[in-house]
Every structure is written in structure tokens, then in C-alpha cells.
């Protein structure tokens, strides 16, 4: 299969999705004293007093934390959006959003409005929100079978490498300084405009067109500018296989999925696995990297470039997990990721408890956390999204996105908030909690979940029937043999 231009399409897809939640997850950290400064000022021009640090401490937590409230409303409503407007349209809208962001926190600290930063990281939480449910649809439903792992993680690729470009941008050499923050956290209009010139030169998702639109003409038309007009042929068949599976059922809303019989098991395994991604313990290594790298002496100044390292593992292991996945299935990946997720989790309860008893201590301690981190990219990091993708047919696959990443959201906000009590109640013995976590999860997938690689949407869809039904459940391959065995007797 030609691969450029389904590659062409991935990057379009992923530069104003994955990349632009990863940027702004991460640019936040940069400017902190800086907005702190602003916010200060702002208020003793208006009110002739200064700051309460109680408050201050709020303004600044509702400015950090309102970006996953937009998130969560943005996953709702880009599941609406991609259904009404089509996966292409509604990524190409979605960055009016993000450059409307841009300007309010651009011009917040001109106009001496702090409120405006709250406003402009509700909207790119949206923006964030919207990307991060529409574009695996996209990714999911114009990928062949064969490489629609790889192009699945592709999700995850373009967010560890928005992360890390959020980290370099966000150095006091470029823009996270005092006189650039403004400007760094309008930077989320560059992905926006760089989606907006490349995504047009691409095709709506074929998948979209046949099953959703009924528009076969478009449907075949888009996977020839894929696949190439030789190679699409197979992947339209396997199209028009499940359009006449699912005879015309519409699509289904996020209160029919909970009551559908036929996805139980499925959507019970992305709620865990997109509630594990968050409880797996990686948002405390990230809080506790600062605390070890200072421990291993490390000066405090040079810490953000030590940081850097986390950013790159992180991309390292997305890329290498988009490789592997393909070859050597889902549940091998995420539950071995899983695995030594629980295993560095013990070992970083012992290394932290000894911190300060061997001047060598804290190296293991970050040796850890490296591998931790390598361990989360390369299994739960990867795959969860993939997982999304393939469990369910089209009818249901769009409010299972919204259903995941509203729970995904949701967890991200709940540890955001609990966090920081479970560390001062717990200090290094948080990672037992996290330990169990990945142990439960692991274990969940390795009883639920079978292996989804090289599987069409309605083979997976079967393989879930006997879970779903009972034991009493015939598959359509049973009902096949015993008619073939049927007409040998005779």
C-alpha cells in the first residue's frame, strides 16, 4: 500500500490533535512565577492591596486546572461535531477554537486581565477536548488493518513529541521568560494554522462517507487518494462488510451504549483502561522527579533541562511501540507495560524510603522514573487509544470515544485534585497505591481483553459475543462449521 499519503494524513491529523494537547499540557509549567507576578500586579493596580496568597494560589490553580473542564466539554462536543459535520470537518473548525485562545491569552497581560488566561485555557482545553476524540476516530477509520496499530499510537507519538516541543519552547531561553510568556502561551495558534493549510490536501474518512453518509462514490474516491488506486479494493470490501452488518443502525448515543447488550464487555474495558491511565501512578513520577533530580544535586536552575529527559523517553518509547504493536499484538504491550509498571513502583517505595541514607540512592531513584516512564509509554500510553478504536463497529465507536475520553478527563481533574493529599498523607508510599492500580489492570486486561491485531472491526466485535452473552452465544463461525459438517453428513 502507498504510505505517504495515509502518513501525510496522519501528521495533518496529529499536528492540531494529539500535538496541541501535549503542547499545552505542558507549556503551563514555564511561565508559573511569571503569571503569579502578573496576576500580583494586576490586582494592587486594581484595588491598591496586595494579594492574598490563599487566593493567588486558587486564581493560578483555576487557571491551570480549567483546561481539562474545557477537555471534558470538548469531548462531547467533538463526538456531536463528528457525526453532524463529518471527522475532517470538525478538526478543521476546531481551530477557529485554538487561535481564538491564542488571542485571549496573548492579549492578557497587555490589557491587564488575568481573567482572560482562565477564558483562553477553558477555550484550548475545548480545542484539546475535540482533537483528542475526533482525531483517533479519523486515525482508527482510515487505517488498513494490518498497520492500524502504528497508525493508532501515531496519537500518542504526536503528544509525547507536543510535550517535549511544550518543554523546549518553555525554557528561559526561549520563550519562558518574563518578557515572552504572553507569547508562549499564545503559541497554541501555530499547530491550529499549520492543521488549517495541510488537513484540506486529505480525504474525509472513507469509513465515515460509505457507513454514516451512504455515499459509496466518496467512499471509493477517498480510499483511492490512500491507498492508491490499486490497493483499496480489499479495504472497501471490509467497508462494505460491516455497512451490510449493521444494516442501516444509526448511531448510537452515549445513554444507548450503556443499555446495549452487544458492547457491555467493551465499554467496561476502555473505562478501566482509560481510568488506569491516569491512576498508573506516571502523573506522581513527574511530581517526584523534581524532588529526586534536587536530591541526586542537580541545582534547582538546571533541573527543566534534566526534565527534557522525561520528554524524550516519552517519545522514544511512542515511536517504539509504534513499531512493535503491529508485531507483537495489543495485550502483550499493555500488559507488560502494566507489569513493570507495578515492578519500578516497588522499587521506587524502597528507593524514596532511603533517599538520604547512600549519596547513591538517588540515581536508582531516577533510574526508576526513567524506566517507569518508558514502561507507561510503551504499553498503557500507546495502546489505550488503539484499543478505542478497534473494539467497537461504527455505529457505537463515536460515543465509546466520547464515553472514554469523558472518563479519561474526569480522572485526569480527580488526580489533579487528590493528588497532592494522597503525597502529603502517604509521602513514598503513595506508589503501593499505584502498584496495586497497575496490578488490577493487568489482570483485567489479561482475563477480558483477547488480541485485536490484524482483526476486521466485526471479528473483534464477535470475540467479545461470548462475554457479552453468555455461553449460550453461537458465533457466526459456529453457525458456518456446523452448516458445513451438516452438508459433509449428507
Not at 199 to 217: A, G, M, T
Not at 219 to 228: D, E, H, M, N
Not at 234 to 254: V, W, Y
Not at 411 to 430: E, H
Amino acid at each position: 500500500i502507498p504510505k505517504k499519503k495515509l502518513f501525510g494524513a496522519v501528521c495533518a491529523v496529529g499536528i492540531g490533535g494529539a500535538f496541541q494537547y501535549g503542547y499545552n499540557l505542558s507549556i503551563i509549567n514555564a511561565p508559573t512565577l511569571h503569571v503569579h507576578k502578573f496576576i500580583n500586579e494586576t490586582w494592587y493596580s486594581r484595588y491598591n492591596t496586595q494579594l492574598d496568597e490563599g487566593l493567588l494560589t486558587l486564581i493560578w490553580s483555576v487557571i491551570a486546572s480549567v483546561f481539562t473542564i474545557g477537555g471534558l466539554f470538548g469531548t462531547f462536543i467533538g463526538g456531536h461535531a463528528a457525526v453532524k459535520l463529518g471527522r475532517k470537518k470538525a478538526l478543521l473548525v476546531n481551530n477557529v477554537v485554538a487561535i481564538l485562545a491564542a488571542l485571549f491569552m496573548g492579549i492578557a497581560q497587555p490589557a491587564g486581565l488575568f481573567e482572560l488566561l482562565i477564558v483562553g485555557r477553558f477555550l484550548i482545553g475545548i480545542n484539546a477536548g475535540v482533537g483528542m476524540c475526533v482525531q483517533p476516530l479519523y486515525l482508527g477509520e482510515i487505517a488498513p488493518k494490518k498497520i492500524r496499530g502504528l497508525t493508532s499510537v501515531g496519537i500518542n507519538i504526536f503528544l509525547t513529541v507536543g510535550i517535549l516541543t511544550g518543554q523546549i519552547v518553555g525554557l528561559r531561553e526561549m520563550l519562558g521568560g518574563e518578557s515572552s510568556w504572553s507569547l508562549l502561551l499564545s503559541s497554541c495558534a501555530i499547530p491550529a494554522l499549520i492543521q488549517l493549510l495541510t488537513l484540506p490536501c486529505f480525504p474525509e474518512s472513507p469509513r465515515y462517507l460509505l457507513i454514516d453518509k451512504k455515499d459509496e462514490y466518496r467512499c471509493q474516491k477517498a480510499l483511492k487518494s490512500l491507498y492508491g488506486s490499486r490497493h483499496y479494493q480489499m479495504e472497501m470490501d471490509d467497508i462494505q462488510k460491516e455497512s451490510r452488518a449493521l444494516n442501516g443502525e444509526k448511531q448510537k448515543t452515549i445513554l444507548e451504549l450503556f443499555f446495549e447488550q452487544s458492547v457491555k464487555w467493551q465499554l467496561i474495558t476502555i473505562i478501566v483502561a482509560n481510568i488506569g491511565q491516569q491512576l498508573s501512578g506516571i502523573n506522581a513520577i513527574y511530581f517526584y522527579a523534581v524532588y529526586v533530580f534536587k536530591k541526586a544535586g542537580i541545582p534547582s536552575a538546571n533541573i527543566p533541562y534534566v526534565t527534557l529527559g522525561t520528554g524524550v523517553c516519552e517519545c522514544i518509547t511512542a515511536m517504539t511501540c509504534g513499531l512493535l504493536i503491529d508485531r507483537v499484538g495489543r495485550r502483550v504491550l499493555i500488559i507488560g507495560g502494566y507489569s513493570l509498571m507495578a515492578l519500578f513502583c516497588i522499587l521506587l517505595t524502597i528507593t524514596l524510603t532511603f533517599q538520604d541514607s547512600y549519596p547513591w540512592v538517588p540515581y536508582f531513584s531516577m533510574a526508576a522514573i526513567l524506566t517507569f516512564i518508558l514502561s507507561f509509554g510503551l504499553g498503557p500510553g500507546g495502546v489505550t487509544n488503539t484499543l478505542t478504536a478497534e473494539l467497537f463497529t461504527q455505529s457505537s465507536r463515536t460515543g465509546a470515544y466520547m464515553i472514554g475520553g469523558a472518563v479519561n478527563w474526569m480522572s485526569f481533574f480527580a488526580i489533579g485534585m487528590v493528588f497532592p493529599f494522597i503525597v502529603n498523607g502517604l509521602n513514598q508510599y503513595c506508589f503501593l497505591f499505584f502498584l496495586l492500580t497497575c496490578i488490577i489492570i493487568a489482570t483485567f486486561i489479561y482475563i477480558i481483553v483477547p488480541e485485536t491485531k490484524n482483526k476486521s472491526f466485526l471479528d473483534i466485535k464477535e470475540d467479545f459475543q461470548k462475554l457479552n452473552y453468555g455461553h449460550s452465544y453461537i458465533s457466526s463461525r459456529e453457525v458456518e462449521d456446523n452448516s458445513i459438517t451438516q452438508d459433509d453428513s449428507m
